[in-house]
């Protein structure tokens, strides 16, 4: 039906860079919100940023400054780039959409979830 595929996950030194991508791939009519949320060891999962269709963005205040979400939306697509990252930053990251699709001709919305990227900040 539905899939959301993650990437750009990794190790990186304090104050260093990553770009995470997530592509969608299915039977969509349309997306709506894309967002990335991340869980750290022993921490309840946090929406990072998020995304509308007609790019409305929204940060949490630890990111604030340092990430940036964006989308291409002729691609499915939702990025984060995080820079100047932090020990603190250190959890797994999942995308996350809602999106219309068609399921026994009947155009509905759903909500979907990617496998989760680790990303590591540690020297």
């Known amino acids: 039906q539905v899939q959301l595929v993650e990437s750009g996950g990794g190790l990186v030194q304090p104050g260093g860079s990553l770009r995470l991508s997530c592509a969608a791939s299915?039977?969509?009519?349309?997306?709506?919100?894309m967002d990335w949320y991340r869980q750290a060891p022993g921490k309840q999962r946090e929406l990072v940023a998020d995304?509308?269709?007609?790019?409305?963005?929204n940060y949490a205040d630890s990111v604030k400054g340092r990430f940036i979400i964006s989308r291409d939306n002729a691609k499915n697509t939702v990025y984060l780039q995080m820079n100047s990252l932090k020990p603190e930053d250190t959890a797994v990251y999942y995308c996350?959409?809602?999106?219309?699709?068609?399921?026994?001709?009947?155009?509905?919305?759903?909500?979907?979830w990617g496998q989760g990227t680790q990303v590591t900040v540690s020297s």
């Open positions: 995304i509308t269709s007609g790019g409305r963005i």
């Open positions: 299915g039977s969509i009519s349309s997306i709506n919100a």
């Open positions: 996350y959409c809602n999106a219309e699709i068609l399921r026994l001709g009947t155009l509905s919305s759903y909500n979907y």
